[in-house]
């Protein structure tokens, strides 16, 4: 959907200055990561498809570090605008963090604030928000919602006739204030020449010292200027986040939107209560996710794969038709048709199939398994090429490390390795090669050959062994 609001001169200002101390943590709370992204990064992205002229950030706390937090966001998500930041030395409120921010926004009609801790807000939401205050002419429109518990939130005073009055903030409100249910989300947007006007006067700080953005409401209505609140179509979506308690909260809300967005798009979800899946995760229609199952960082599953259970697949392209049971892959691509697990691990830098097979307590690692490879038990292949139809038996191992260096194993094509073999690297198998069980390979086998690399079996009778045993062991 095209976003870009009519009349292209629309600034975005993130307050992003306050401290978050309920955090207990060295990082700034705006850069607290949230599926992977720090909290102020979702909200560059939520105003990113706004097409804003520029966005201005106050940065307070540790400003250096948010500074440097949030331009590699934006380099990130290839944000257009200009980015300026804003700096406030003392947090002394919402309305001093506008009203510092007013003059990095010069040359701009309207902003929109958001708050940099606030990351599950739709550009939908925000984009709606943005055409009412276009289309109702109105000077300032912002966002509410409402809350069973609305302690701790500037409460929505509306009069008989369902009009915004005023915001009342909890320091100050009645008792009977204090029972409203409607919440400021803290969201606005509004025409900057009338704010500029207001804020050229000095507000009168309240609380400990604050200055309240809230307070332009009353301000713009003793002007005689349009005020509108507009409720959020979903609650959960304002959800601010000021503690670890938060963050888990939004990061199940954030899951739990991108499932259901699967599952409208033809994805089964087993269990979505035991299934994470990170923002860049696509998957293909008719793929079921079995449960416990962690979709993280650029994975792609293709169409008709089952996942799952207990499966945990990190940076991996799966293509169609694959199976993974409860194993572990990062940064390695399986290819169509193949089965992973149970009980296997992937790592980096692996390419599986298509058709292979990859079973039981098997280790993969910087591997190439071509075509029809079978390696379904107990083996480890690192640092390995094992052409297309081998067959990898139980217990194979890969010797790729002397003690300093990593060395690469060869097989090729069709060969066949019996169990428990160890294959010394660097050392190539030819194509069609069969190697004993048990063999441990030091020289490259030629194609086609049989290669035995073990000590012979001797049957040597026992002094004490009974007489019955002597007489068998005589035959043998
Ligand atoms: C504010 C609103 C309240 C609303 C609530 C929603 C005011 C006076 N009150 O509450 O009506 O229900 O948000 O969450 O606006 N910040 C700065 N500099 C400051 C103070 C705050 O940058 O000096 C930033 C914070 O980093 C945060 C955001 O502004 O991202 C909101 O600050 P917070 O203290 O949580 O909001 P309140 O003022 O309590």
Redesign the pocket.
């Known amino acids: 959907m095209k976003m870009k609001p009519r009349g292209d001169d629309l600034a975005v200002i ?7 101390t309920r955090m207990k943590s060295d990082l700034p ?2 850069l607290m990561p949230l599926a992977g992204i720090p909290l102020l990064g979702h909200v560059l992205r939520a105003a990113r498809r706004l097409e804003p002229s520029l966005v201005a950030v ?4 540790r400003a250096e570090a948010v500074e440097a937090a949030t331009r590699s966001a934006a380099r990130e998500i290839e944000l257009k605008p200009p980015l300026r930041f804003v700096r ?1 030395e ?8 506008v009203a510092r921010a007013l003059g990095a926004v010069e040359g701009c009609s309207r902003a929109l604030v958001l ?4 990351p599950l807000l739709k550009p939908e939401t925000l984009h709606g928000l943005v055409v009412t205050q276009g289309e109702e002419k109105a000077a300032l429109v912002l966002l509410t919602g409402y809350r069973p518990d609305p302690r ?4 929505v005073v509306r009069d008989a006739k369902g009009a915004l009055r005023r ?1 009342v ?1 909890e320091s100050e409100a009645t008792a009977a204030e204090r029972a409203i249910r409607e ?4 969201v606005y947007c509004f025409e900057l020449a009338p704010v500029r006007e207001i804020f050229r006067k000095k507000f009168k700080a309240k609380g400990k010292g ?6 332009v409401i009353e301000a713009l209505r003793a002007r005689r200027r349009r005020v509108l609140a507009v409720e959020a179509a979903d609650s959960a979506e ?1 959800m ?1 986040v ?1 503690s670890r308690l938060g963050l888990a909260r939004a990061e199940a809300a954030l899951n739990a939107r991108r499932l259901e967005a699967l599952m409208l798009s033809g994805v089964s979800v087993a269990d979505p209560a035991s299934t994470f899946v990170d923002p860049g995760v696509t998957v293909g229609r008719e793929t079921r996710l079995e449960p416990s199952t962690i979709l993280r960082g650029a994975t792609r599953v293709g169409e008709r794969c089952v996942v799952g259970p207990f499966s945990a697949l990190e940076s991996v392209e799966i293509e169609d038709d694959c199976w993974i049971v409860s194993s572990r892959l990062s940064s390695s691509r399986v290819l169509k048709g193949s089965r992973i697990g149970p009980f296997s691990h992937v790592r980096p830098g692996s390419v599986i199939g298509p058709e292979a097979s990859v079973g039981n307590f098997t280790e993969v690692k910087a591997s190439r398994l071509a075509r029809g490879v079978k390696a379904n038990h107990l083996s480890y292949l690192g640092d390995a090429d094992v052409g297309a139809g081998t067959n990898v038996g139980a217990g194979v191992i890969t010797c790729n490390f002397d003690g300093k260096k990593k060395h690469k194993t060869v097989i090729e094509e069709r060969a066949f390795l019996g169990s428990n073999v160890n294959l010394v690297a660097p050392v190539r198998v030819g194509a069609g090669a069969l190697v004993g069980a048990g063999s441990t390979v030091t020289k490259d086998v030629p194609p086609g050959a049989l290669a035995i690399a073990r000590g012979r079996q001797r049957n040597i009778a026992r002094r004490h062994a009974g007489a019955d045993n002597e007489v068998d062991h005589a035959r043998t």
């Open positions: 993130i307050l992003a200055a306050g401290e978050g709370k705006v106050v940065v307070g706390h406030q003392r947090p002394l409120g919402t309305g001093d963090a708050y940099g801790d606030v701790g939130y500037g409460r915001i903030e919440i400021n989300a803290g604050e200055i309240f953005l809230t307070d304002i601010g000021d």
